[in-house]
């Protein structure tokens, strides 16, 4: 069956320090969504990627969508402490959505 | 504006116990309605997925089960919980964007 890989599983950054996560799908996909979940919280969507090659970017965050579409990462330049979370990518598959095991993000001030 | 509800927002059971949760969406007709199931510290799981009233598709074996006995309702029941079942539900639905937006999601502990 489809998995989507996510690596680094955890992630300590000083406040100020780049901080990146990569997706890595077994399978082509057809779009990939980026989450993000505060502890304590559910997750909310960032942003969806559906072009091979995509890159968008929300203020300090940048996103990429792999040639082949079967990888993609999130990079956060600058980390600030609301940053703290895990993010989870998604790859859509025909109405499923198959989650990575997310990164967990700490931000020391 | 969309809105999704879940409840409880916490729950906790005895093993052995049955179980029901309920998940409504509001302001939006025939979305495509998921659980998810979180352990602690850990990814999501899809546990079922459901494309309109009645029809469930179930990702993984289990002792859970899934009804959609309305448009925008989902629920999620068990009869008999494990201890592995514990964790954090959530329930989540989309229109064709394929944006999923998640509810405020279920605690529950089995003891």
């Known amino acids: 069956g489809q998995q989507v890989m996510q690596i680094p599983q955890y992630q300590h950054v000083q406040e100020g320090e780049d901080f990146t996560t990569y997706c890595n799908s077994s399978?082509?996909?057809?779009?990939i969504q980026w989450y993000k979940q505060r502890p304590g919280g559910h997750p909310v969507f960032l942003i969806q990627l559906v072009k091979s090659g995509e890159v968008k970017k929300q203020k300090r965050l940048t996103f990429q969508f792999g040639e082949a579409k079967k990888n993609s990462s999130l990079h956060i330049t600058a980390t600030q402490t609301t940053d703290v979370g895990t993010y989870f990518c998604?790859?859509?598959?025909?109405?499923?959505?198959?989650f990575g095991s997310g990164t967990k993000l700490n931000v020391k001030p | 504006s969309q809105t999704i509800h879940q409840w409880p927002a916490t729950l906790v059971q005895p093993v052995g116990s049955p179980l029901s949760l309920e998940c409504t969406v509001e302001g939006t007709s025939n979305p495509n309605l998921y659980w998810y199931r979180q352990a602690a510290g850990r990814g999501l799981q899809l546990l079922f997925y459901s494309v309109g009233i009645g029809q469930i598709s179930s990702e993984v074996p289990q002792n859970l089960s899934a009804s959609r006995p309305q448009d925008r309702q989902f629920i999620l029941s068990s009869k008999k919980l494990l201890l592995s079942d514990s964790g954090f539900y959530l329930c989540?639905?989309?229109?064709?964007?394929?944006?999923?937006?998640f509810g405020p999601g279920t605690r529950l502990t089995v003891l």
């Open positions: 399978t082509t996909l057809s779009n």
């Open positions: 989540a639905w989309t229109e064709t964007s394929a944006t999923q937006y």
């Open positions: 998604a790859g859509d598959n025909f109405n499923k959505f198959y």
